[in-house]
């Protein structure tokens, strides 16, 4: 599966955007999926998972009640809203994919996904 990420972007602190991750080759509906980001310097981490039938979600501490994950299998589209929006949310946004036969398990660890995306730039000024 090739996986397009967009929605990256400039926006103020406070400031909202959201990230899509749209699929092609295969459907995303067989497929858990989440998102990472990387800041200059530092390691790639989680950011945000959801189980392949939408109906269970995780988050990282540091995004927990601002970033939203969710998904539209019709679509073939995951979607990352991110709201109240700080400069320490400023790196490159990656979403995954892994297949999965169980619907409800998310997944937190880079190791476990088996296809990535490209990657889109959020920048966050204060």
């Known amino acids: 599966v090739q996986l397009q990420a967009s929605g990256g972007g400039l926006v103020q602190a406070g400031g909202s955007l959201r990230l899509s991750c749209a699929a092609s080759?295969?459907?995303?509906?067989?497929?858990?999926m989440g998102w990472f980001r990387q800041a200059p310097g530092k390691e790639r981490g989680f950011v945000a998972a959801?189980?392949?039938?939408?109906?269970?979600?995780y988050y990282a501490d540091s995004v927990k009640g601002r970033f939203t994950i969710s998904r539209d299998n019709a679509k073939n589209t995951v979607y990352l809203q991110m709201n109240s929006l700080k400069p320490e949310d400023t790196a490159v946004y990656y979403c995954?994919?892994?297949?999965?036969?169980?619907?409800?398990?998310?997944?937190?660890?880079?190791?476990?996904?088996?296809?990535w995306g490209q990657g889109t730039q959020v920048t966050v000024s204060s």
């Open positions: 080759g295969r459907t995303l509906s067989t497929n858990a």
């Open positions: 959801i189980s392949r039938s939408g109906g269970s979600t």
């Open positions: 995954a994919a892994r297949r999965d036969y169980r619907a409800s398990n998310y997944y937190t660890r880079q190791e476990e996904y088996e296809y």
